[in-house]
């Protein structure tokens, strides 16, 4: 808790702030409910939330005296209450040999350092792990892929930079199957310039996968930068559509003072959210907890 608390410390620093400054010794009335809620949207926790946490203030304590402390504590039951059905647990279904993981996202958002964190987890929970470099389009993506597996003792399959990536998802199947491997991690491009190319990619990466593995990808993660705010909410609408996300991880929740969109996310598109990335460091993934979010943002 104490990592998250930190990395969301700018966040609820300037939320804190504010709400501090609106509520010194003042009534709750439609001028000081106004500034909070144009406070919340503005910490990108989203209308429908802003909105929730000034109606509950506004029913049980209208025209009488809150502290800031009051309003942090309402909104940190709020953000819980939205984000408690969103934070599931990744699960792992044993009955699936290799149980496939699809990484998605944009260039950037952490993907390809999520899944060297994942990796080391799963490999530390005593699982056989591969890894495919899918994003074929960028040889550094492919090279830092070959470092993560270095670093966890987990083979990469990989081809030269500008291969076809549904290939070489189909021989990391192939592979997987034969090794009798736990877990397949298959990473994909990101680049956002050519949405309709890279969305084609991604569905004929599936209908590959299928090939071998009817049920398969077993899970298609999402990675989202919390440091980009609302960005993140276009980003889900379009893989969400044309990828089949099925979870999501924030990443960058360090020191961040954009925090509140994980929030928005939640409420608008109730996808499970499995982790969430506070470093750089292969440990710096964690478990989405509500409860701490919720009392970290809030702070
Ligand atoms: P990709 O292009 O989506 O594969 O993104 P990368 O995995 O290459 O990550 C882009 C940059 O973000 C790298 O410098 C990572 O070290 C950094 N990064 C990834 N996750 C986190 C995180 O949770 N916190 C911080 N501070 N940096 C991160």
């Given at each position: 808790?104490?990592?998250?608390?930190?990395?969301?410390?700018?966040?609820?620093?300037?939320?804190?702030?504010?709400?501090?400054?609106?509520?010194?010794?003042?009534?709750?009335?439609?001028?000081?409910?106004?500034?909070?809620?144009?406070?919340?949207?503005?910490?990108?926790?989203?209308?429908?939330?802003?909105?929730?946490?000034?109606?509950?203030?506004?029913?049980?304590?209208?025209?009488?005296?809150?502290?800031?402390?009051?309003?942090?504590?309402?909104?940190?039951?709020?953000?819980?209450?939205?984000l408690k059905p969103v934070a599931q647990p990744l699960q792992i279904d044993t009955g699936q040999k290799p149980f496939i993981i699809l990484m998605v996202g944009v260039n950037?958002?952490?993907?390809?350092?999520?899944?060297?964190?994942?990796?080391?987890?799963?490999?530390?929970?005593?699982?056989?792990?591969?890894?495919?470099?899918?994003?074929?389009?960028?040889?550094?993506?492919?090279?830092?892929?070959?470092?993560?597996?270095?670093?966890?003792?987990?083979?990469?399959?990989?081809?030269?930079?500008?291969?076809?990536?549904?290939?070489?998802?189909?021989e990391a199947v192939e592979r997987a199957t034969a090794e009798k491997r736990d877990v397949l991690i298959i990473d994909t491009a990101g680049r956002l310039q050519n949405r309709d190319e890279l969305m084609g990619e991604l569905e004929k990466i599936i209908r590959v996968i299928k090939k071998l593995s009817p049920d398969a990808p077993h899970a298609v993660l999402l990675t989202l930068d919390a440091t980009t705010g609302q960005n993140a909410l276009s980003q889900v609408e379009i893989f969400g559509k044309r990828a089949g996300v099925t979870g999501l991880v924030m990443t960058k929740l360090d020191g961040t003072a954009r925090g509140g969109i994980l929030v928005a996310i939640a409420n608008r598109f109730g996808l499970p959210v499995h982790f969430i990335g506070v470093g750089e460091g292969v440990d710096d993934l964690e478990p989405f907890s509500a409860s701490d979010f919720a009392r970290a943002i809030a702070g």
């Open positions: 808790f104490s990592r998250l608390a930190s990395g969301l410390k700018r966040s609820s620093d300037q939320l804190g702030g504010s709400i501090a400054g609106i509520f010194t010794r003042r009534k709750l009335d439609d001028e000081t409910l106004e500034d909070l809620e144009d406070v919340l949207i503005q910490a990108d926790l989203g209308i429908d939330t802003a909105t929730a946490i000034t109606e509950s203030l506004r029913r049980d304590r209208y025209e009488r005296d809150v502290s800031a402390e009051d309003v942090r504590g309402v909104l940190a039951q709020e953000v819980e209450k939205v950037g958002t952490g993907k390809t350092t999520t899944i060297g964190k994942l990796t080391q987890k799963l490999t530390a929970e005593g699982r056989s792990v591969m890894m495919a470099a899918g994003d074929t389009f960028r040889a550094a993506a492919i090279e830092q892929l070959q470092v993560w597996g270095e670093r966890t003792g987990t083979p990469v399959i990989s081809k030269p930079a500008g291969s076809d990536a549904s290939g070489l998802a189909y």
